[in-house]
T-cell receptor, first 114, second 111 residues
Framework: DAMVIQNPRYQVTQFGKPVTLSCSQTLNHNVMYWYQQKSSQAPKLLFHYYDKDFNNEADTPDNFQSRRPNTSFCFLDIRSPGLGDAAMYLC?????????????FGPGTRLTVT | TQLLEQSPQFLSIQEGENLTVYCNSSSVFSSLQWYRQEPGEGPVLLVTVVTGGEVKKLKRLTFQFGDARKDSSLHITAAQPGDTGLYLCAGARGSNYKLTFGKGTLLTVNP
């Protein structure tokens, strides 16, 4: 059974048209992350939620926002997508306090900007 | 500064060959994970190592954590085309739950 689910798997949007990507989890993990990944590179952390607390990475553009309405769901909003925002967006979860620091990833959403 | 140096970046081998991927750092990690990512999918956790000198095996894959917990290696025996993918190492430092990722090793196993 899927534990971290991302929808949609593929998203096409137009330059400047807002888009929202969604992530849900059945693991009841308290930490949720959003990563951006381009062409076989390492994932780049955009931000994460520790419970309800939002933590932005210093180099994440203001164009990227996130919402976490409850433990299970997290959303990534791109307010005005540019061509450079075309990438794979990965959601991940972890349970802080386990001591293992393992992250579990969803299948990703491939975003295309036309 | 890249805290986790992963090598090689690209590796193309024939089916049946052995290979080793390295993940090195000057920093100590409290745990280190290895992930495999297939094209168009998210990374899948293969293993977590936490103890210096620890060796874990997963079928044909052998993972080792350095004694000083600063480096790790992944060895694949008799590689198969199904092993093709991007291999990522990622480490946790201290009690920081955010992971530091290596740049990845893109492995292609040719039939």
């Amino acid at each position: 059974d899927a534990m971290v689910i991302q929808n949609p798997r593929y998203q096409v949007t137009q330059f400047g048209k807002p888009v929202t990507l969604s992530c849900s989890q059945t693991l009841n993990h308290n930490v949720m992350y959003w990563y951006q990944q381009k062409s076989s590179q390492a994932p780049k952390l955009l931000f994460h939620y520790y419970d309800k607390d939002f933590n932005n990475e210093a180099d994440t553009p203001d164009n990227f926002q996130s919402r976490r309405p409850n433990t299970s769901f997290c959303f990534l909003d791109i307010r005005s997508p540019g061509l450079g925002d075309a990438a794979m967006y990965l959601c991940a979860t972890s349970r802080d306090g386990s001591g293992m620091y393992e992250q579990y990833f969803g299948p990703g959403t491939r975003l295309t900007v036309t | 500064t890249q805290l986790l140096e992963q090598s090689p970046q690209f590796l193309s081998i024939q089916e049946g060959e052995n290979l080793t991927v390295y993940c090195n750092s000057s920093s100590v990690f409290s745990s280190l994970q290895w992930y495999r990512q297939e094209p168009g999918e998210g990374p899948v956790l293969l293993v977590t190592v936490v103890t210096g000198g620890e060796v874990k095996k997963l079928k044909r894959l052998t993972f080792q954590f350095g004694d000083a917990r600063k480096d790790s290696s992944l060895h694949i025996t008799a590689a198969q085309p199904g092993d093709t993918g991007l291999y990522l190492c990622a480490g946790a430092r201290g009690s920081n739950y955010k992971l530091t990722f290596g740049k990845g090793t893109l492995l292609t196993v040719n039939p």
